[in-house]
């Protein structure tokens, strides 16, 4: 089954280079330009990988995670941030909010389209039978 994988990205050109490098390696992919609309493809389209930009208008790329994290329908569906600058501190922010990698910008890419085919081997493929079990009493 094609792969389907959702870009939130503001800026064109890497909107751009990102779709097409996908789709050449054979992803279907969605595109949002901002925050909420990708929320609303996600919601919808239950992608199986999310890129998220983190310097996005309005609503940014954290704040978004957190709401695709939060939510119950999207839990197979991982999310990596695409950042400009990403220190020792982002990355800690970035795994904060719930991304479960972080890609930086500019793209290169080998690197991309490696750590996109990484990410979405471990997915949907079942457990690993060390499945992330922890949840803590929370309601
Ligand atoms: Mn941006």
Same mark, same amino acid.
């Given at each position: 089954?094609?792969?389907?994988?959702?870009?939130?990205?503001?800026?064109?050109?890497?909107?751009?280079?990102?779709?097409?490098?996908?789709?050449?390696?054979?992803?279907?992919?969605?595109?949002?330009?901002?925050?909420?609309?990708?929320?609303?493809?996600?919601?919808?389209?239950?992608?199986?990988? #999310?890129?998220?930009?983190?310097? $996005?208008?309005?609503?940014?790329? !954290?704040? =978004?995670?957190?709401?695709?994290?939060? +939510?119950? %329908?999207?839990?197979?569906?991982?999310?990596?941030?695409?950042?400009?600058?990403?220190?020792?501190?982002?990355?800690?922010?970035?795994?904060?909010?719930?991304?479960?990698?972080?890609?930086?910008?500019? #793209?290169?890419?080998?690197?991309? $389209?490696?750590?996109?085919?990484? !990410?979405? =081997?471990?997915?949907?493929?079942?457990? +690993?039978? %060390?499945?992330?079990?922890?949840?803590?009493?929370?309601?």
């Amino acid at each position: 089954m094609t792969k389907r994988v959702l870009v939130v990205e503001d800026n064109p050109a890497n909107m751009k280079l990102a779709t097409l490098l996908l789709e050449q390696a054979g992803y279907q992919v969605l595109q949002a330009g901002n925050a909420i609309d990708g929320i609303a493809l996600a919601k919808t389209q239950r992608p199986d990988l #999310i890129l998220m930009d983190i310097q $996005l208008p309005g609503m940014d790329g !954290l704040e =978004a995670t957190r709401r695709l994290k939060a +939510d119950d %329908g999207l839990k197979a569906s991982k999310v990596v941030a695409l950042t400009a600058f990403a220190m020792k501190g982002d990355e800690e922010r970035m795994r904060a909010a719930g991304c479960d990698a972080y890609i930086a910008k500019p #793209i290169q890419y080998k690197e991309f $389209l490696a750590e996109v085919a990484k !990410l979405l =081997a471990g997915a949907g493929e079942g457990s +690993d039978g %060390g499945g992330p079990k922890e949840d803590p009493g929370g309601g």
